[in-house]
């Protein structure tokens, strides 16, 4: 099974139980799609959710919004922050009330305030075409997951593979969901995560773990008291021969071991596990 198989199988079933529930999840209006994209710019999906059903209650099509006034506008907004946003879906609405989505796609970037992403989103959540929606929780996943460092170039390159089989607004949902609730930007749960004995990142971190355990005092701690209860009276040089660590280091460590109660050292030469 190729690794990019792996990676869309194990998330699509991760999503069977995971999936958040979003009114907008289930509609392919572009309209309402391009005003949660705006409204949940920087701003977390709960909060940017109350907007979202505000706005649209007042504004259902681009025409009500244009008909309204940059006051009205920035009135509804206010709490959001990054007004200049607002004035933008204002401008954007103006555009669409005398066009439509379908007469500017795939182009929705002429629109004032619509990027990359937006577009992306749009043209997945709305046109179902087989796009993956870039944003930095998406990039990071797949940065740590395939251990790329050009994230976006990756995803240009694959995303018909990733894609094959399976509607794009299905997994870009389950890859924002994915990287809010387990692959976060800060502390990851990879003990909660299906991927690790995939990711590259997690093979990593888990390497450089083993590597700075190797020869570490709690190491040779370990393999001391190991030794010593499986025998008895053990004699210096021959745990010297066991443990295999320069000599001053050992004694440190037993001279600690001793210390705290857990070895006694008799004519300092036999070693056994305090009683
Ligand atoms: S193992 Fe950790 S870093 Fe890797 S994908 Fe899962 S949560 Fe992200």
Known sequence: MSKQYIFKKKLLSWSTKNTREYSWRNTQDPWKILLLEVISQQTQLDRANKYYQKFIKKFPSPSEMAKASKKEILKMWSGLGYNSRAIRLHEASKILSKSSFDSIYPDFDVLPGVGEYTKNALLSFAYNDKVITQDTNVLRIFSRFFGIEDPQKFINENQ???????????????????????????????SLCMFDNECKKFIQVKQTRQQAFKGSNREIRGKIIKHLIDNNNVEMSSLKMVIKTE????????????????????NKKLIEIST
């Open 160 to 190: 018909k593979n990733l894609l094959k089989n399976i509607r794009s607004r299905k997994f870009n949902e389950v890859l924002m969901d994915f990287g809010s609730e387990i692959c976060k930007s800060k502390n990851p749960s990879c």
């Open 247 to 266: 000599d001053n280091k050992l004694k440190n460590i037993l001279k600690k071991l001793e210390s705290e109660g857990m070895i006694t050292i008799k």
